[in-house]
């Protein structure tokens, strides 16, 4: 089992910036596929972005152009870069890994493992 925390969240005006990580322990980062996902208040979790052990990625729609999604193996690390950020972004943002398989997974059900999640508020 891996243990996930993200950081980096916090409060940004529309248009603004931020980064969210997570780092991963207790197991072999290389091996894992991973997903960043959200949720806001009455809503379902949704993926927004996905990397799989050999950099295949998937960005959704509703972030495409604005969001990135890399993976430092040396560092146990996936990244959301978020740009251009706006107020329908606000959610809490949480990173999951899957041991297995080799693809960018979008649904939450495939996922074995979960952090905490992070806070991400836009302000408009």
């Known amino acids: 089992q891996v243990q996930l925390v993200e950081s980096g969240g916090g409060l940004v005006q529309a248009g603004g910036s931020l980064r969210v990580s997570c780092a991963a322990s207790?197991?072999?980062?290389?091996?894992?596929?991973m997903g960043w996902f959200r949720q806001a208040p009455g809503k379902e979790r949704e993926c927004v972005a996905a990397?799989?052990?050999?950099?295949?990625?998937y960005i959704a729609d509703s972030v495409k152009g604005r969001f990135t999604i890399s993976r430092d193996n040396a560092k146990n690390t996936v990244y959301l870069q978020m740009n251009s950020l706006k107020p329908e972004d606000t959610a809490v943002y949480y990173c999951?890994?899957?041991?297995?398989?080799?693809?960018?997974?979008?649904?939450?059900?495939?996922?074995?493992?979960w952090g905490q999640g992070t806070q991400v508020t836009v302000s408009s």
């Open positions: 999951a890994a899957r041991t297995g398989g080799n693809y960018a997974y979008t649904n939450p059900y495939d996922y074995n493992d």
């Open positions: 207790g197991g072999t980062f290389s091996t894992y596929n």
């Open positions: 990397i799989s052990r050999i950099l295949l990625t």
